[in-house]
């Protein structure tokens, strides 16, 4: 009975590279949510997706960062030339269905830019 | 727009102490929910307790109760007894369903307990 699974656990990134980053939600669960977490805050709503759609990136940054939940294989959080205000802790949850269902957290990937 | 006030940054008891955390929330949904989290040392997220808006029960489970007060917009989180694996940050949580039916979660910037032995 696996959890949220997220990948890599730890992440160290030059200035101006990619991070990717992964979320594999619980067995029948097909709502996905990615937060992040700066430190010494809370979690902020970045994204919501659904199998193969984005439902609502209203907390995603316009630029740089992109989202995906394919049919097949894990959801990905992609940061591109990442800069240090990007160092973080990137945590994906995921429910059953999207209403009034609570929402499961992996253990998220900590994000270091160097 | 909704928001979770969590005033209380750092507490800190000596074991087998009991200890309130404190949560206060803003909505204009009539429905909602509400959580609380555990985050300890080793940074995963606990899930701990929803609580939905039509449901004012008081829960406790083992030595964690909480307390929900929609008069004054607060739920609370009581340790009993509280013990060193208690040290965490503890985060209080808030999501309105929306027009698309899904949930977006507001957290509290999180209290910070510290457990002494």
């Known amino acids: 009975n696996a959890g949220v699974m997220q990948n890599p656990r730890h992440l160290v990134r030059r200035r101006g590279q990619e991070a990717r980053l992964r979320c594999s939600p619980m067995k029948g669960h097909s709502h996905v949510y990615w937060y992040r977490q700066l430190p010494e805050e809370g979690l902020k709503f970045m994204v919501y997706?659904?199998?193969?759609?984005?439902?609502?990136e209203s907390g995603m940054p316009k630029e740089r960062f992109s989202a995906e939940f394919p049919k097949e294989g894990p959801s990905i959080l992609r940061i591109q030339q990442v800069v240090r205000g990007d160092s973080a802790a990137y945590f994906c949850?995921?429910?059953?269905?999207?209403?009034?269902?609570?929402?499961?957290f992996g253990p998220g990937t900590r994000l270091l830019v160097l | 727009a909704q928001k979770v006030t969590q005033a209380q940054t750092e507490i800190s008891v000596v074991e087998k102490e009991d200890v309130t955390l404190d949560c206060v929330y803003e909505t204009r949904d009539t429905t909602y929910y509400l959580f609380w989290y555990k985050q300890p040392p080793s940074g995963e997220l606990v899930f701990l307790i929803r609580?939905?808006?039509?449901?004012?029960q008081n829960e406790i489970s083992g030595r964690y109760s909480w307390n929900f007060q929609k008069s004054t917009s607060s739920f609370n989180f009581t340790i009993t007894a509280s013990q060193v694996v208690d040290s965490a940050v503890y985060f209080c949580a808030l999501s309105e369903a929306n027009s698309g039916g899904y949930q977006k979660v507001t957290f509290g910037t999180g209290t910070k307990l510290q457990v002494i032995p």
């Open positions: 997706l659904q199998k193969e759609n984005i439902i609502d």
């Open positions: 609580r939905n808006s039509f449901d004012e």
């Open positions: 949850a995921s429910s059953q269905r999207g209403q009034q269902e609570t929402q499961y």
